[in-house]
């Protein structure tokens, strides 16, 4: 075959895999989450829909009641495979995400399926 033809039906293929412990990820949040892997270690198998994987709290305010006691409101949020799989497609630098998280959850007024989403984002994936 003539080399241009040669050089047309060569392909370069690049391959990557990006894994985390998920105990370990929990581990790392901890600096102002509680941060909890909710699926047991050692678990098989796939994933059933929707199923909760880790779910992070926060103390998001506290009150005074009588007798010297206090309350603490907190926020919870439960993370599925999806939230986890954009966090490690996107590869975005941990302490990034953790602030979004942070500023996410904080925010009482998000209802239903907040998503993090991050500054000129929609001019990423074109």
Same mark, same amino acid.
């Given at each position: 075959?003539?080399?241009? $033809?040669?050089?047309?039906? *060569?392909?370069? #293929?690049? =391959?990557? &895999?990006?894994?985390?412990?998920? !105990?370990?990820?929990?581990?790392?949040?901890?600096?102002?989450?509680?941060?909890?892997?909710?699926?047991?270690?050692?678990?098989?198998?796939?994933? $059933?829909?929707?199923?909760? *994987?880790?779910? #992070?709290? =926060?103390? &998001?305010?506290?009150?005074?009641? !009588?007798?010297?006691?206090?309350?603490?409101?907190?926020?919870?949020?439960?993370?599925?495979?999806?939230?986890?799989?954009?966090?490690?497609?996107?590869?975005?630098?941990?302490?990034?995400?953790?602030?979004?998280?942070?500023?996410?959850?904080?925010?009482?007024?998000?209802?239903?399926?907040?998503?993090?989403?991050?500054?000129?984002?929609?001019?990423?994936?074109?």
């Amino acid at each position: 075959m003539h080399p241009v $033809a040669c050089a047309r039906l *060569i392909g370069d #293929l690049a =391959v990557f &895999t990006v894994e985390t412990s998920g !105990p370990t990820l929990a581990d790392s949040l901890g600096s102002g989450f509680k941060a909890k892997w909710v699926r047991p270690p050692g678990a098989v198998g796939d994933l $059933a829909p929707g199923e909760v *994987i880790m779910e #992070l709290s =926060v103390i &998001t305010g506290s009150q005074f009641l !009588p007798g010297g006691l206090r309350a603490e409101v907190s926020s919870t949020l439960q993370m599925r495979l999806s939230a986890l799989d954009q966090y490690l497609i996107e590869l975005v630098a941990q302490d990034t995400w953790i602030k979004g998280l942070r500023r996410m959850i904080a925010d009482l007024s998000a209802q239903g399926r907040p998503w993090p989403t991050y500054r000129g984002e929609e001019r990423v994936w074109r």
